[in-house]
């Protein structure tokens, strides 16, 4: 039982190159999210999808587009990368507000 | 803006004492308080959480205190252990207007010494 899995693990990436991010949960959740981490910032919201066929904004959502493919599957894409994403991208689903969410272990995202 | 706000942003604690974090938010809406643990490499878990009707929640060595008036929580590590050194995040949410917008704190990272 995978739980939430992230792919790529490490990615470099060009300034100006775009890429998408996937992740995909086997714990039939609802609602999935996508979270940035970078020293001293925590973890701040990109988007999220609170059931399969909607998506929203979260606190940083500008340059980044997302896709809830099914419910299985929620996609970061990057149009046009910046050093400014580089960071660590984390991925989250959990069954409804008010409960404990489960994380990826993460996608470390270097522009240059 | 950051809408959770937490402090310290680093700890150090020995062997035994007890480790202190302390959120503040300023939405009065929100009305669910997680804090989540991560170790390096790897994805936040939950630790603790705790709703607005209550003042305290203990869990073996970890307490959230929580302060509605002063619109605070903390999470108290009691006879903190080597094995606690990780980063701490403190989190919040409501359900109306937001839909389960889980927004966290700026984390803090505790290490504690032998």
């Known amino acids: 039982n995978a739980g939430v899995t992230q792919t790529p693990k490490f990615q470099v990436l060009k300034t100006g190159q775009s890429m998408t991010l996937q992740c995909a949960q086997d714990m039939n959740h609802n609602s999935m999210y996508w979270y940035r981490q970078d020293p001293g910032m925590g973890l701040r919201l990109i988007y999220y999808s609170a059931s399969e066929g909607t998506t929203d904004k979260g606190e940083v959502p500008n340059g980044y587009n997302v896709s809830r493919l099914n419910k299985r599957e929620f996609s970061l894409r990057l149009e046009s990368a910046a050093p400014s994403q580089t960071s660590v991208y984390f991925c989250?689903?959990?069954?409804?507000?008010?409960?404990?969410?489960?994380f990826g272990q993460g996608t470390r995202l270097t522009v240059v | 803006q950051q809408q959770v706000k937490q402090s310290p942003q680093s700890l150090i604690v020995q062997k035994g004492g007890i480790s202190i974090i302390n959120c503040a938010y300023e939405?009065?809406?929100?009305?669910?308080f997680p804090w989540y643990q991560q170790f390096p490499g790897k994805g936040p878990a939950l630790l603790i959480a705790?709703?607005?009707?209550?003042s305290e929640k203990k869990e073996g060595r970890f307490t959230i205190s929580f302060n509605k008036s002063a619109k605070q929580f903390s999470l108290h590590i009691m006879d903190s252990q080597p094995g606690d050194s990780a980063t701490y995040f403190c989190a919040a949410e409501t359900f109306y207007n937001q839909g389960g917008k889980l927004i966290f704190g700026q984390g803090t990272e505790l290490s504690v010494k032998p």
């Open positions: 705790i709703r607005p009707d209550v």
């Open positions: 939405n009065t809406a929100f009305d669910y």
């Open positions: 989250a689903t959990r069954q409804v507000w008010n409960t404990e969410a489960f």
